[in-house]
């Protein structure tokens, strides 16, 4: 079955920087488009950053770029995002999210993972 698993967040300080890692697991990795997402309490998720297939075309929403990056190592089945300038607004779980075929890029996806809390705060 699909599984994907965050690892990486934590409590950073404004201006800090955080790198973020999904591994993935039951299915083929480098077929899918693969995105981030977040979500505050409250509020719905949030389109954050997608990566093609092989990573080489990346996309990012307004709120992070410039400030995230979103990269992918195939071989080991992993997406990574690297946040850097973080700011308090970012904080927020961040979820792993394959992009289903025929699916918008920047959609939630049709499997997310169970997210990884980032705190930013002083």
């Known amino acids: 079955q699909v599984q994907l698993v965050e690892s990486g967040g934590g409590l950073v300080q404004p201006g800090g920087s955080l790198r973020l890692s999904c591994t993935a697991s039951?299915?083929?990795?480098?077929?899918?488009?693969m995105s981030w997402v977040r979500q505050v309490p409250g509020k719905g998720l949030e389109w954050v950053s997608t990566a093609n297939n092989d990573g080489t075309t990346r996309y990012y929403s307004d709120s992070v770029k410039g400030r995230f990056t979103v990269s992918r190592d195939n071989a080991k089945n992993t997406l990574y995002l690297q946040m850097s300038n973080l700011e308090p607004e970012d904080t927020a779980v961040y979820y792993c999210?394959?992009?289903?075929?025929?699916?918008?890029?920047?959609?939630?996806?049709?499997?997310r993972g169970q997210g990884t809390q980032v705190t930013v705060s002083l």
């Open positions: 999210a394959r992009v289903g075929f025929f699916m918008d890029y920047r959609s939630h996806g049709d499997y």
């Open positions: 039951g299915f083929t990795f480098s077929n899918y488009w």
